[in-house]
C-alpha cells in the first residue's frame, strides 16, 4: 500500500497546483485578454462553485461506484480542463474550463477518504492522512515558488499545456498499483450502510465534523489568498523575500503534518484511544492558531513573521488529522458520502473568506482585524472537533434505525 499512498499525496500535489495556477497566472492572463477586475475575481471563484456543489454527488458516486475508477475520471477530467486552459481565448472560456476543473476535482477528497478508510487501519490513518495533508501544502508551496518565475520565462499558456499533460502523466501507475482488494481486517465488525442525507444531518458528529473542517479551510483559504498582499502591503517585504516566506510557511506546514500523521498513529499504538489523539491535533492546533493569528499582528515585523510560520505549521498539525476523524465515524461503506457532505460544508469557506477579509479591509484598512476574525473562526473550529463531535468510534447503523452515537435530539 506504500506506493498506493505515495500516488494518493502526489494526486493532491497536483490538485492544490491545478486549483491555484489561475491565481499564479492572473497579471498576465488579465492583461493578454483584455479581462476587468470583476471578471477576474469571478473567474478566481468559480472553481469553488462547482467543487463545493459537487461534493455531496462525489460522495455519492465513490461509495455507488469502484472508487479507483471514479478518481481516475476525475483526475482524467482536471487535467485536460488545466491544459485546454492554455488555449482560451476569452472569458466565457475560462468561465467554463474553471467549472469543469471543479467538478473534477471534487472526487478528490471523498475517494481519498474510502480508500484510506477501506484499506488502512485505525493506528496507520494519521500518517495516511498526514501524507495528503502534506501534498495539499506542498502544491501551493510549488506554486509559489516556481509557478510565478515559469509564467515569467515561459507565459502562462505553456504553463497551463504542458503542466496539464504531465499531470496525465499520473494515471498509469494508478490504473497499475491501484488497490483492489478489500481488507476485512480493516473494516470492522458489523454491517455500516451508507447514511442518507436526512439521516446525516441529524447526527452531532456530522455537524461537528463539517463545522470544524469550515474553520480550518477558512484559515487555509485566508492565508492562500491573502498573506501575499499582508507580507508585502503591511510588513513591506518585496516580491521575492514574500515568495520565500509563503513558500516556506508551506514547507514547514508539510513537515509538520506529516510528523504529527506519524505521531498520532504512534500514540495510538501506545494505548490511547482515537478520541484523545485525534483531538488533540484537531481541536489543539486550531487553539495554538488562534493565539499565532493575535501575535501576528501586535507583535513587530520580526516576530509577525515568525508568527506566520507557526500559524501554517498548527494548521498542518490539525489537517493531519482531520480526516482520519472522518474516516473513523464514518466506516468504510460511508466514508466517500459522509466526506462529500462535509467537505461540501467546509469549502463554503473558500467563498466566504476571501470575500469577507477584502469587505473587512476595504472598511478599516487595517489587518488587525481580519486576523482577529481568523482567530475566532479557529477556536470555534477547536470547539467543533473537541466538543461537538463526541467519541472518535464508528457510527453503525441498523437496517436504516437510527444510529447508535449521540445525534442532535440527544
Same mark, same amino acid.
Given at each position: 500500500?506504500?506506493?498506493?499512498?505515495?500516488?494518493?499525496?502526489?494526486?493532491?500535489?497536483?490538485?492544490?497546483?491545478?486549483?491555484?495556477?489561475?491565481? !499564479?497566472?492572473?497579471?498576465?492572463? +488579465?492583461?493578454?485578454?483584455?479581462?476587468?477586475?470583476?471578471?477576474?475575481?469571478?473567474?478566481?471563484?468559480?472553481?469553488?462553485?462547482?467543487?463545493?456543489?459537487?461534493?455531496?454527488?462525489?460522495?455519492?458516486?465513490?461509495?455507488?461506484?469502484?472508487?479507483?475508477?471514479?478518481?481516475?475520471?476525475?483526475?482524467?477530467?482536471?487535467?485536460?480542463?488545466?491544459?485546454?486552459?492554455?488555449?482560451?481565448?476569452?472569458?466565457?472560456?475560462?468561465?467554463?474550463?474553471?467549472?469543469?476543473?471543479?467538478?473534477?476535482?471534487?472526487?478528490?477528497?471523498? #475517494?481519498?477518504?474510502?480508500?484510506?478508510?477501506?484499506?488502512?487501519?485505525?493506528?496507520?490513518?494519521?500518517?495516511? *492522512?498526514?501524507? !495528503?495533508?502534506?501534498?495539499? /501544502?506542498?502544491?501551493?508551496?510549488?506554486?509559489?515558488?516556481?509557478?510565478?518565475?515559469?509564467?515569467?520565462?515561459?507565459?502562462?499558456?505553456?504553463?497551463?499545456?504542458?503542466?496539464?499533460?504531465? #499531470?496525465?502523466?499520473?494515471?498509469?501507475?494508478?490504473?497499475?498499483?491501484?488497490?483492489?482488494?478489500?481488507?476485512?481486517?480493516?473494516?470492522?465488525?458489523? =454491517?455500516?450502510?451508507?447514511?442518507?442525507?436526512?439521516?446525516?444531518? =441529524?447526527?452531532?458528529?456530522?455537524?461537528?465534523?463539517?463545522?470544524?473542517?469550515?474553520?480550518?479551510?477558512?484559515?487555509?483559504?485566508?492565508?492562500?489568498?491573502?498573506?501575499?498582499?499582508?507580507?508585502?502591503?503591511?510588513?513591506?517585504?518585496?516580491?521575492? +523575500?514574500?515568495?520565500?516566506?509563503?513558500?516556506? #510557511?508551506?514547507? %514547514?506546514?508539510?513537515?509538520?503534518?506529516?510528523?504529527?500523521?506519524?505521531?498520532?498513529?504512534?500514540? !495510538?499504538?501506545?494505548?490511547?484511544?482515537?478520541?484523545?489523539?485525534? =483531538?488533540?491535533?484537531?481541536?489543539?492546533?486550531?487553539?495554538?492558531?488562534?493565539?499565532?493569528?493575535?501575535?501576528?499582528?501586535?507583535?513587530?515585523?520580526?516576530?509577525?513573521?515568525?508568527?506566520?510560520?507557526?500559524?501554517?505549521?498548527?494548521?498542518?498539525?490539525?489537517?493531519?488529522?482531520?480526516?482520519?476523524?472522518?474516516? %473513523?465515524?464514518?466506516?468504510?461503506?460511508?466514508?466517500?458520502?459522509?466526506?462529500?457532505?462535509? /467537505?461540501?460544508?467546509?469549502?463554503?469557506?473558500? !467563498?466566504?473568506?476571501?470575500?469577507?477579509?477584502?469587505?473587512?479591509?476595504?472598511?478599516?484598512?487595517?489587518?488587525?482585524?481580519?486576523?482577529?476574525? *481568523?482567530?475566532?473562526?479557529?477556536?470555534?473550529?477547536?470547539?467543533?472537533?473537541?466538543?461537538?463531535?463526541?467519541?472518535?468510534?464508528?457510527?453503525?447503523?441498523?437496517?436504516?434505525?437510527?444510529?447508535?452515537?449521540?445525534?442532535?435530539?440527544?
Amino acid at each position: 500500500m506504500r506506493i498506493v499512498l505515495i500516488l494518493l499525496g502526489l494526486s493532491v500535489f497536483i490538485n492544490y497546483i491545478d486549483r491555484s495556477n489561475l491565481s !499564479i497566472a492572473a497579471p498576465f492572463l +488579465k492583461d493578454e485578454l483584455n479581462l476587468s477586475m470583476s471578471q477576474l475575481g469571478i473567474l478566481l471563484s468559480t472553481f469553488f462553485w462547482t467543487y463545493s456543489i459537487f461534493q455531496p454527488v462525489s460522495g455519492w458516486l465513490v461509495d455507488r461506484f469502484d472508487v479507483n475508477w471514479v478518481l481516475a475520471l476525475g483526475f482524467l477530467l482536471w487535467s485536460a480542463a488545466t491544459a485546454a486552459t492554455g488555449l482560451a481565448h476569452g472569458f466565457a472560456m475560462l468561465l467554463g474550463l474553471r467549472l469543469v476543473l471543479g467538478i473534477g476535482e471534487s472526487v478528490a477528497y471523498p #475517494s481519498y477518504s474510502k480508500i484510506l478508510a477501506r484499506h488502512f487501519p485505525e493506528d496507520r490513518r494519521g500518517f495516511a *492522512n498526514s501524507v !495528503i495533508a502534506a501534498g495539499l /501544502n506542498c502544491g501551493p508551496a510549488f506554486g509559489m515558488f516556481f509557478g510565478g518565475v515559469l509564467i515569467a520565462r515561459f507565459g502562462w499558456r505553456p504553463f497551463f499545456i504542458v503542466l496539464g499533460l504531465i #499531470s496525465l502523466s499520473w494515471l498509469a501507475p494508478w490504473l497499475k498499483w491501484r488497490p483492489r482488494a478489500l481488507d476485512s481486517s480493516v473494516t470492522g465488525n458489523g =454491517k455500516l450502510s451508507a447514511p442518507s442525507l436526512l439521516e446525516f444531518v =441529524k447526527l452531532r458528529p456530522a455537524w461537528g465534523t463539517c463545522g470544524g473542517l469550515f474553520c480550518c479551510n477558512y484559515l487555509n483559504y485566508f492565508l492562500i489568498t491573502w498573506m501575499p498582499i499582508y507580507l508585502v502591503r503591511e510588513l513591506h517585504f518585496s516580491m521575492n +523575500k514574500m515568495a520565500t516566506l509563503a513558500g516556506t #510557511s508551506y514547507v %514547514t506546514a508539510a513537515v509538520v503534518a506529516a510528523a504529527c500523521g506519524w505521531i498520532a498513529d504512534r500514540w !495510538i499504538d501506545a494505548g490511547r484511544t482515537p478520541t484523545v489523539v485525534r =483531538k488533540t491535533f484537531t481541536g489543539g492546533s486550531l487553539v495554538c492558531a488562534s493565539m499565532f493569528l493575535i501575535l501576528c499582528v501586535v507583535a513587530g515585523r520580526d516576530l509577525s513573521t515568525a508568527m506566520i510560520i507557526c500559524v501554517t505549521a498548527s494548521f498542518g498539525a490539525a489537517a493531519s488529522n482531520i480526516w482520519a476523524v472522518t474516516q %473513523t465515524l464514518a466506516g468504510p461503506e460511508a466514508a466517500g458520502r459522509w466526506t462529500g457532505m462535509q /467537505n461540501f460544508v467546509g469549502n463554503l469557506s473558500g !467563498i466566504v473568506a476571501p470575500a469577507l477579509t477584502g469587505f473587512v479591509l476595504g472598511r478599516t484598512g487595517q489587518f488587525f482585524w481580519p486576523f482577529t476574525i *481568523n482567530a475566532v473562526v479557529a477556536l470555534l473550529g477547536a470547539i467543533s472537533w473537541i466538543f461537538v463531535i463526541g467519541p472518535v468510534e464508528q457510527v453503525r447503523w441498523e437496517g436504516g434505525a437510527r444510529p447508535r452515537v449521540s445525534s442532535l435530539e440527544c
